[in-house]
């Protein structure tokens, strides 16, 4: 202990010495993380920057960012990520609005003992961060049962299920860069308990129940739990229980045995045959209506009027209000009315799937997954419509290809680091240089026309994840593509890679997508301008009395594809044909070790300079 202190000592000496001379400005991290309740930044040290550097810029004593980072006894080094202390200086945006502001802003949720940020996120298709933007004293993983939390109006239905998924792992990263020496953080996934954990992570249910306040019934599928281990490393979700299969004996540990999914074959329905359609929906939450589902319904209802107009299908539709429960669940399976179905559509959340698929499978019924990223739940009988994570960007490799081609990242102060593994990952094999965008040292057109005037072909990958930076940058390559043209230079030839996170910020400068030929890849995409949309949402607002939302076009996509390929496709399983009911196109094949029918298709979405948009 005394060695330890010494050592400090001497540390806290050193910063001081060593660069006596007026600290470099050192912008504060945006970075903020909940650990036991306390509210950290979390920083990334960069060369030439000292204890009293950061002492100085985030209003703390180097003897708590010292006392806070054990590690430090050994040296401050570049790379580093350091937890500091945030020291509460404001009033925060809430308190600033007036109640009837408020009201008209905000909605409010009041947590159930039980849930999830995670959760909560998905039930209002509301971003992760838009909820902790909103909510600054909010600890994501020890909600507190009767606390309430503000739903931001606007952003209701903004944010598909992947990319929530993507923004939890992100902030888990980021838990994982500043987590106490011994410990990791870990995301359950559907199917985990306790038990199961405490074997993974070499403890005891009681030990895992006493490091995060839970107890072991109160496990929620998306909980985030600290569990020993080594914040480095990386591990897979565990599968031992997750259908309920024995725990493995001696002599089964002797082979590997792979679980054996039973092959299903549909037989298609005769022209006028009539059709009967399950459909599950969690239409409530609680006593409150569910506007999202019910937009979805509604664009369900929409399909079927079609397809009666146009095929002349015999079809009914019973609806299933799931509640998000397990146990409801159950009773729906023994209903007479959803036993005679021949197509269910739902339920929406992957960790209810397994209360219907043994039921499908029995009696060869297909069940559609309209909005799930399916990973631990794997049937011949399984229809997911969302495409998976791992497919994003396999139409960024079109986007590497050709002669005198050369790929830049581009980085800010503040970078998406799941979106940097993500594209690092779809580079494999393809060389690519590195750019570090500062705005504080007036890196402004003169650093970025250096990167299109090469006389190449350039693909520019913005990695930034800050709104403010990513508006610079953007605004900053167009100036200096004009520049270079007004000059007389030849006119640069670059695409853009932007994140479809992006559409969480607000203050972004959408001309400059035009401007700068961005690129996103995005689950869903409707433009309100083009004729098919215009058509549909003047048919909606007809039936319904209000704009339709992106649910609203998933339930008519769920009905256009599936009820007619009831009577023709789906004795071939969807695949080998392209579905396009609106504007978003589908292609369902089977994953390499999988069984679960998946859409491949993710939508790139390519803004051009004559302010057109296209969509492949």
Known sequence: MLKELCCTAMLLTAGANLYAQEPQSIEKSQTIVYINGAKYYVHNVRHGETLYSLAKTYGVAEQVIAAENPQLAQGLKADQSLKIPVVETGVVVQEQLSPKKLKKTFDQHTVQKGETLYGISRRYAISVETIMEDNPGLDPIHLKPGSVILIRKKAVGKTDEAENTAAWEQYKDRLNLVAEEGYMYHIVAPGETMYALSRRFGTTVENLERLNGISAQELRSGSMLKVPGDAKSA????????????????????????????????????????????????????????????????????????????????????????????????????????????????????????????????YAVPVVSPLADVKNVDSDVLFQMAPPQMRKYAKIEELTQGEHKQVTLIYGEKNDREFEREILAALQGVPYARHNYRYAVKEGDQGLSSLLANGKDNLLIVLSDSGLEVDRILAAIASANTNLVARGKTPPRFTIVGNSRWNRFGNLDRALYFKDRLVLFSTYHAKRDAEVIKTFDSDYIKAFGALPSLYSYRGYDAAMIFVPAMYSNIQYDMEGRRYTPLQTSYTFQQMPGGSNHVNQNWMRVSYRPDFTITVD
Request: aromatic share 10%.
């Open 235 to 362: 591990t897979e979700p565990v599968q031992e229980e997750r259908f309920g299969q024995p725990e493995p004996t001696e002599s089964d540990t002797l082979t590997t045995v792979e679980p054996q999914v039973k092959e299903v074959d549909f037989l298609a329905l005769s022209s006028g045959e009539p059709l009967r359609v399950a459909l599950l929906l969690p239409m409530t939450d609680g006593d409150k209506q569910n506007p999202n589902y019910l937009d979805f319904y509604q664009g369900f209802l929409l399909g079927l009027e079609k397809i009666k107009t146009q095929y002349g299908y015999s079809v009914r539709v019973d609806l299933f209000n799931t509640r998000q429960e397990s146990d409801r669940l159950r009773t729906i399976v023994d209903d007479a009315d959803f036993r005679a179905a021949r197509l269910i559509v739902g339920p929406v959340y992957e960790e209810e799937l397994p209360a219907v698929i043994g039921y499908a499978e029995e």
